[in-house]
C-alpha cells in the first residue's frame, strides 16, 4: 500500500477508528467538597429491606452481612439511625424485582452488576446518600434462578419468599459491594491495606488492582509495581499502572523490553499509550520503536504496539510504521490469519494518526 493510498482513504478510516483502543475514565462529577465527604467516610448507616410476595419480610441475615462486610474495610456500621454517621448504604431486596422504567446506556449502565430492567427475579439494590442527597451510584445483585417458587420447590423449601432471601444473603457475600464503595468514595488507602494482607485471596487483589486503575491511585504504584512480580496479579497492575501518572511509564518500558510474558508485554504496551496520550509524554515513543518489529515480538505485543503508538503521534513512527505496513502487504493467507488482520488494522489506523502531508511537503 503506497503513502497516496493512505492519504486518499479517507473513508476507510471510519471503520478502522470504531477498531481503536478506548480509554475509560473513572467516574469525576463530584464537587470539590464532595469529595472532601467522601474521602472522610467512617461511620456508615445500614438500611436494609427484605420484600417478599407476602410482604415485608426478615432482613436480619441481609442486614449482618452488609455491617460485617464494611467492617472488612475498616468501616464502623450500623442500624441506629439516631448515632451519628457519614453515609446511610441502602440494601433493597425483592423477591420479585419491581419494575423502575427503561434504563439508561452506556458508562457503568452496561456493566453486568448495573440494574437490568429485563430481570424480574429475585435481587438486591444498593445504593447510598451523602447527606440526605441520594448519589447516582446502584448496583445490583441477583440470584442465579429468576423463579423463586419454582427454585423452592426444586430445593424442597417451604416458602420461596426466606428462601429467596437467603440466595440473596449469600449473593452478597461473596459481591465486592464494600470494595466498589470504598473506590467510589476515593479512599484507596483502605484499598492497599486490603491488599497487603496475607487473608486477601487472589482473585480479591486482582479486583482491587483494577479499582485502583480506574481511581488513578498515583498512591497504589509501589505495590502495583510488587504486584508484578507474582504472575496471576502481574497482567491486571500493568493495565493499572496505564492509568496511572507518568511516574509508571519507566516501570511499563522494563516490562516491555524485558518480560519473558506476552500477555504481561501486551498489557504494557497499553499502558504506555494510555500513559502517552494522557499526559503527551513522548517518552514512550522511543521503547515502542524499538520494539514494534523486534525479532520474536509476539503479533498480540506488536499489534498493541503499533495501537499505542497511534494514540501517541510523533513524526518519528512514520517510517517504522510504513515499513511495517510493506511488510504485511507481502503476506497472503488464504483464509486471511486473524491475528494478522488485526495488526494491519492497528498499523493502518496509527500510521492515519501520525501522518500529514505537510511533513513531507
Given at each position: 500500500?503506497?503513502?497516496?493510498?493512505?492519504?486518499?482513504?479517507?473513508?476507510?478510516?471510519?471503520?478502522?477508528c470504531?477498531?481503536?483502543p478506548?480509554?475509560?475514565?473513572?467516574?469525576?462529577?463530584?464537587?470539590?467538597?464532595?469529595?472532601?465527604?467522601?474521602?472522610?467516610?467512617?461511620?456508615?448507616?445500614?438500611?436494609?429491606?427484605?420484600?417478599?410476595?407476602k410482604?415485608?419480610?426478615?432482613?436480619?441475615?441481609?442486614?449482618?452481612v452488609?455491617?460485617?462486610?464494611?467492617?472488612?474495610?475498616?468501616?464502623?456500621?450500623?442500624?441506629?439511625?439516631?448515632?451519628?454517621?457519614?453515609?446511610?448504604?441502602?440494601?433493597?431486596?425483592?423477591?420479585?424485582?419491581?419494575?423502575?422504567?427503561?434504563?439508561?446506556?452506556?458508562?457503568?449502565?452496561?456493566?453486568?452488576?448495573?440494574?437490568s430492567?429485563?430481570?424480574?427475579?429475585?435481587?438486591?439494590?444498593?445504593?447510598?446518600a451523602?447527606?440526605?442527597?441520594?448519589?447516582?451510584?446502584?448496583?445490583?445483585?441477583?440470584?442465579?434462578?429468576?423463579?423463586?417458587g419454582?427454585a423452592a420447590?426444586?430445593?424442597?423449601?417451604?416458602?420461596?419468599?426466606?428462601?429467596?432471601?437467603?440466595?440473596?444473603?449469600d449473593?452478597l457475600?461473596?459481591?465486592?459491594?464494600?470494595?466498589?464503595?470504598?473506590?467510589?468514595?476515593?479512599q484507596?488507602d483502605?484499598?492497599?491495606?486490603?491488599?497487603d494482607?496475607?487473608?486477601?485471596?487472589?482473585?480479591r487483589?486482582?479486583?482491587?488492582?483494577?479499582?485502583l486503575?480506574?481511581?488513578?491511585?498515583d498512591?497504589?504504584?509501589?505495590?502495583?509495581?510488587e504486584?508484578?512480580?507474582?504472575?496471576?496479579?502481574?497482567?491486571?497492575?500493568?493495565?493499572?499502572?496505564?492509568?496511572?501518572?507518568?511516574?509508571?511509564i519507566?516501570?511499563?518500558?522494563?516490562?516491555l523490553?524485558?518480560?519473558?510474558?506476552?500477555?504481561?508485554?501486551?498489557?504494557?504496551?497499553?499502558?504506555?499509550?494510555?500513559?502517552?496520550?494522557?499526559?503527551?509524554?513522548?517518552?514512550?515513543?522511543?521503547?515502542?520503536?524499538?520494539?514494534?518489529?523486534?525479532?520474536?515480538?509476539?503479533?498480540?505485543?506488536?499489534?498493541?504496539?503499533a495501537?499505542?503508538?497511534?494514540r501517541?503521534?510523533?513524526?518519528?513512527?512514520?517510517?517504522?510504521?510504513?515499513?511495517?505496513?510493506?511488510?504485511?502487504?507481502?503476506?497472503?493467507?488464504?483464509?486471511?490469519?486473524p491475528?494478522i488482520?488485526?495488526?494491519k488494522?492497528?498499523?493502518?489506523?496509527?500510521?492515519?494518526?501520525?501522518?500529514t502531508?505537510?511533513?513531507y511537503?
Open positions: 500500500m503506497t503513502r497516496c493510498s493512505l492519504t486518499a482513504a479517507v473513508g476507510a478510516l471510519i471503520l478502522v470504531s477498531l481503536a478506548s480509554a475509560e475514565a473513572y467516574r469525576d462529577y463530584f464537587s470539590e467538597a464532595q469529595k472532601k465527604e467522601l474521602g472522610k467516610i467512617q461511620k456508615v448507616l445500614v438500611e436494609t429491606l427484605a420484600l417478599t410476595d410482604g415485608p419480610g426478615n432482613a436480619d441475615g441481609i442486614r449482618d452488609v455491617i460485617r462486610r464494611m467492617d472488612e474495610l475498616g468501616y464502623s456500621a450500623t442500624t441506629d439511625s439516631t448515632l451519628p454517621h457519614d453515609v446511610v448504604v441502602r440494601v433493597k431486596c425483592e423477591q420479585r424485582k419491581t419494575w423502575e422504567g427503561t434504563a439508561s446506556a452506556g458508562g457503568d449502565n452496561d456493566l453486568l452488576d448495573a440494574p430492567r429485563l430481570w424480574k427475579g429475585p435481587a438486591c439494590q444498593i445504593t447510598y451523602l447527606g440526605g442527597m441520594k448519589i447516582k451510584w446502584q448496583k445490583e445483585v441477583r440470584t442465579e434462578f429468576e423463579d423463586a419454582q420447590q426444586i430445593a424442597h423449601a417451604a416458602d420461596p419468599g426466606p428462601y429467596a432471601m437467603n440466595a440473596l444473603r449473593a457475600e461473596t459481591y465486592e459491594f464494600p470494595l466498589l464503595l470504598t473506590a467510589e468514595w476515593g484507596p483502605r484499598l492497599l491495606k486490603l491488599m494482607s496475607p487473608d486477601t485471596s487472589q482473585f487483589k486482582l479486583k482491587i488492582i483494577s479499582l486503575g480506574e481511581m488513578v491511585a498512591e497504589a504504584l509501589p505495590q502495583l509495581t504486584a508484578l512480580k507474582d504472575k496471576d496479579l502481574a497482567k491486571q497492575a500493568a493495565v493499572a499502572l496505564g492509568n496511572m501518572g507518568q511516574e509508571g519507566p516501570v511499563l518500558i522494563d516490562i523490553k524485558n518480560s519473558k510474558q506476552p500477555d504481561l508485554q501486551a498489557a504494557a504496551a497499553k499502558g504506555l499509550g494510555d500513559l502517552g496520550n494522557i499526559h503527551s509524554d513522548s517518552r514512550v515513543v522511543p521503547p515502542l520503536l524499538e520494539m514494534l518489529d523486534a525479532p520474536g515480538i509476539d503479533i498480540v505485543v506488536q499489534t498493541e504496539i495501537w499505542a503508538l497511534g501517541v503521534p510523533d513524526r518519528r513512527s512514520v517510517e517504522p510504521l510504513f515499513a511495517l505496513d510493506r511488510k504485511l502487504q507481502k503476506i497472503r493467507k488464504d483464509p486471511p490469519d491475528q488482520k488485526k495488526l488494522e492497528a498499523v493502518f489506523w496509527s500510521i492515519k494518526q501520525v501522518y502531508e505537510d511533513q511537503s
